[in-house]
């Protein structure tokens, strides 16, 4: 055993292995890094800008929360394959100019986006009952997915060049969950917590015209086709 | 090669301790050297071509580092000069529209922010 282990033979294939791999992990980290300070920024960006327009829009108190799927780059995966992560963002904007004749107080809305789809959930936390004390909270929000990959390679080949051709089919569908609790008499604890309901939304990815992966109830369940061609001539 | 080792062996002995040594243990010790030496050559080669690729690889990823906090820092100026216009109160019988900073056909003005292309002329060439 300790010879095998000794045994030079394998050696910088195995360095080669263990090195190779440890600098794509380490390189791919930085790459998901960088990519998740770049969507966190726009989606906190968004969030407000959202929640300024509903407020500006209503007069009213707004909190929306703002959940995306966004396509990492993942150099370990398959052609065009990426992994989803879960990006949030949040903003509370008091934009209002209530009417004074009669006095109205001034709306309090809670919108939810998630991805393409926006849900007011303002009735559903009873967030109109004058008393307080009714209103119920979400406690979280759960995502799961179904992600369906293939991939296929092609090689043509004539007289005049040959095509390599790479085609691969990308179907995710996810699941994301709101849970509305009923937080009882003490708030703060959360022991005595009644599940009141639970919001499944299911959305299925599709390619915007602009080139994004984006993800939408409204859309089929239907992979997204990326294709490209490699060739070589003669 | 191995046949003029051999030859020296015989006429000068051992270089090191100046004994005559037995023809055969020359002829692999000088085997041995010859073995080292291209190890030696081929370790060589493969950490430079291993160095080079890891650096070209590294180069790579700087690039697209750069490209995304551009991104960062592009939109930022745009969120800002967009900021008036989107906390404006609407007219009452108007709906607010929302003001946002990303469009990719609104090219000079200040108040959108349109995401440059990743491509591979960028990450490869260097181009700026």
Known sequence: MVKAILNKTGQAATEMAIFGSLILVIFSSLLSFIQRQ???QYVTMEAFRRALNKAN????????NLIQHRRFADVSGGFFQGNRNVIGG???VFWAVPPVDPPTPPKNLAIFRINEDEHDLTQRLRLDDENE???LEIRDTNSQGNMVFSETTNKLEDNREIQNIRVSGLSDTVTTSIEIVDPGP???NEGDDVVVETIPIVQNIYRDTDGQYK??????????TRQKTWRTPF | MITQTSCHSRESGNP?????????FWILRSSRRMTTKKHKAQVFIETTLFFVATILLLLMVIRVWVWSNNQIAARQPAYNHSRVEAGTVAPPDRAAPLIWVVENEARGDRRVYTPERLTRDWVFRGQQ
Request: avoid cysteine; proline fraction near 5%; hydrophobic fraction near 20%.
């Open chain 1, 186 to 188: 003490d708030k703060d």
């Open chain 1, 57 to 64: 829009d209503q007069s009213a108190s707004v909190s929306l």
């Open chain 1, 38 to 40: 770049n969507e966190e």
């Open chain 2, 16 to 24: 090191e301790t100046g004994m005559l040594v037995d023809k055969n």
């Open chain 1, 133 to 135: 004390d009714n209103n």
């Open chain 1, 90 to 92: 949040s903003s509370s």
């Open chain 1, 215 to 224: 993800y939408s109830s409204t859309r089929p369940d239907q992979p997204v």
